[in-house]
């Protein structure tokens, strides 16, 4: 929903592959106008080339163009620092705004095999230019021009990041890769427990209580009938790490919605177990009881409840103090918001099903003679500025003045666990065991925040507060909370699933909705379950079963 705010961590990184002759290519590129195959040096990650290499991109932008007066997506403190380092410059093929306009776009290139020499591609489209032949092997490149820095990044998912970009042992696409961002949290007014005399909740028992008494109690004095105890989305649950879902509840009773997982041996769609059933039937009866916003199934803004303060708590991941609690904080900086972890037992120690550990997928056209300059570039933005040249003056101002959309190409590449590794390195400065002069531009900007924090919590600004609320305490809850993790098994779409899995989230979405809010009892899960079968489900979980052999 709202994962790509998560600033202080997203580090870039991609890759290309072996060169291929240029006979292979299936039409003329600036790239290869214009250059012969790299040497020895110039093949090392930060190996400068002794004429300047121009290669073609498919620009993905933001929706509202944010750059600085004078700049374009081809020229700006990005690509004038890649130019200086490297001697490289990117020429836009197409630019297009991020989601269906660039998707559009990259179906044109495909259709007309037209490709640029570099761009980002879904995994189905992906699997249709392997298919083709229209994209290099990476592996060569990969290896020679990659620094280790970023190669540990990869490495840190265990085989996942790369396995869905390898194809019969050659790697045919460098991928964004997606870090760990659980476990969800449950965010509650700390101000109104304390207000009532409450404890903070451990468990599903627990919270119910609370929630009970922030409805019938009303300590933030909305008017009797006014006061929300949990906000929650219309879709209930199955989004990885996402603002106001219960997936939380659901993995208390070992429930992984919209995953599909393996149970006792076999491949199933978590949306179908007995154990989604307990879920529901436990938000159904939240719901009757009036511990749910009555207005779930209609409320457009969810965010809206948190930041009127007429709701007392709702489940989300660590950065939710940065949205929509700072907002709540600039209507009412006396709002006190904390966050707490919900376990079956008390314990503190949960379950929760994995994430696609890729995004998006970046090509190199078959036969560009110049397919090191992808991790090239990767390593260049994502290790060599974000460590060693962190002060780069005309990027360090580009990055403070809030613009966007400069990199020519945006591989967001992590460790699995940057969070964690985010917070220990803050609570280390701040500790004064880590120099803050060793802390990345983004890291450095949250410490200077938290610092402000420190001085006087009460009084600090809404900005300070609330990135201390994300990294100080969500963050530390990533970095210390135990977690059985329980790995989703399929990302792609099985034949069957391009022409009914649309139908069948639709059915899926009425079912829980409807028997959430008490339109329909929760035995009527049953019924969902065999429809969901006949009209697909048996076909794609056979699809599903076979794929993941």
Request: glycine share 8%; no cysteine; charged share 20%.
């Amino acid at each position: 929903m709202k994962k790509k705010l998560i600033a202080g961590i997203a580090a870039s990184i991609m890759l290309a592959s072996s060169a291929v002759g240029l006979a292979e290519l299936p039409g003329p590129s600036i790239g290869n106008l214009n250059a012969a195959a790299a040497t020895k040096q110039e093949l090392k990650p930060f190996g400068k080339y002794k004429k300047t290499i121009t290669y073609t991109i498919g620009k993905s932008t933001p929706g509202i163009p944010k750059l600085p007066k004078g700049s374009t997506y081809e020229n700006n403190a990005y690509t004038k620092y890649l130019k200086q380092l490297l001697n490289i410059r990117n020429k836009d093929t197409f630019e297009a705004e991020t989601g269906d306009s660039y998707n559009q776009k990259v179906s044109m290139a495909v259709a007309s095999s037209d490709l640029p020499d570099i761009m980002s591609v879904d995994l189905n489209t992906l699997r249709e230019l392997v298919a083709n032949n229209e994209i290099q092997d990476l592996a060569s490149v990969y290896k020679s021009s990659t620094t280790p820095y970023i190669k540990a990044m990869y490495n840190s998912y265990h085989g996942r990041a790369l396995k869905e970009a390898t194809f019969n042992g050659k790697l045919m696409a460098m991928p964004s890769t997606q870090n760990a961002n659980v476990p969800t949290m449950l965010w509650i007014r700390q101000d109104w427990l304390d207000k009532l005399g409450l404890q903070a909740p451990k468990t599903i028992g627990q919270l119910q209580k609370v929630l009970q008494a922030f409805v019938d109690r009303d300590p933030g004095n909305n008017g009797k009938g006014n006061t929300i105890g949990l906000a929650l989305s219309k879709s209930v649950g199955g989004e990885y790490g996402g603002l106001f879902v219960a997936d939380s509840l659901f993995s208390t009773y070992n429930s992984y919605p919209r995953q599909w997982i393996k149970q006792n041996g076999k491949v199933v769609y978590g949306s179908t177990t007995n154990q989604t059933k307990q879920g529901l039937a436990k938000l159904a009866s939240w719901y009757k009881k009036g511990l749910i916003d009555p207005q779930m199934a209609v409320r457009d803004s969810i965010e809206s409840l948190i930041i009127s303060g007429k709701a007392g708590a709702f489940f989300g991941p660590w950065w939710s103090g940065d949205y929509p609690i700072n907002s709540a904080l600039q209507k009412d900086p006396k709002a006190d918001w904390k966050p707490y972890i919900i376990s079956k037992t008390g314990n503190g120690s949960i379950s929760a099903y994995t994430q696609d550990p890729d995004s998006e997928f970046y090509v190199v056209k078959k036969g560009y003679a110049h397919p090191e300059i992808l991790p090239k570039i990767v390593s260049a933005l994502s290790d060599r500025l974000v460590r060693k040249d962190k002060n780069y003056k005309p990027i360090v101002d580009f990055v403070q003045g809030g613009y966007d959309g400069g990199k020519p190409i945006n591989v967001l590449v992590n460790f699995d666990n940057a969070t964690a590794q985010m917070y220990k390195h803050l609570q280390a400065t701040v500790d004064g065991k880590k120099d803050p002069k060793t802390l990345t531009l983004d890291d450095t900007t949250s410490y200077n925040a938290i610092k402000t924090y420190l001085k006087d919590p009460k009084n600090a600004p809404v900005n300070a507060k609330s990135s201390y609320w994300s990294r100080m305490l969500g963050a530390k809850l990533m970095a210390t909370t135990k977690v059985k993790n329980v790995n989703s098994l399929y990302f792609g779409q099985t034949k069957s699933m391009q022409l009914k899995w649309s139908n069948l989230q639709k059915l899926e979405d009425e079912a829980f909705l409807q028997i959430v809010t008490g339109q329909k009892p929760v035995s009527y899960f049953n019924t969902f379950v065999r429809q969901w079968h006949q009209q697909g489900g048996t076909q794609i979980t056979k699809e599903v079963s076979q794929a993941v052999k």
